[in-house]
């Protein structure tokens, strides 16, 4: 094996392993976006819980229309 055939191989290992670590990077990314989406809309969901029940209370409390 020449000197010129180890080099090629070499760069062709390194050029597969940096692929193989982008796409791990990508993944990780992705599933770091669908968390702070998740807690995004249970964010949301919390404070649409929240405003109902303070309607609720603000009603039950004589706060009826009159």
């Known amino acids: 094996m020449t000197e010129e055939e180890k080099s090629r191989i ?9 692929l193989d670590q982008r796409i791990k ?7 770091e976006f669908r968390g702070a989406l998740k807690w995004f809309f249970r964010a949301l969901w919390g404070g649409i819980a929240y405003l109902v029940t303070q309607i609720v209370s ?9």
């Open 10 to 18: 070499k760069a062709e290992a390194f050029k597969e392993a940096n």
């Open 25 to 31: 990077a990508l993944e990780d990314g992705f599933n």
């Open 58 to 66: 603000f009603l039950f409390s004589n706060g009826w229309p009159k």
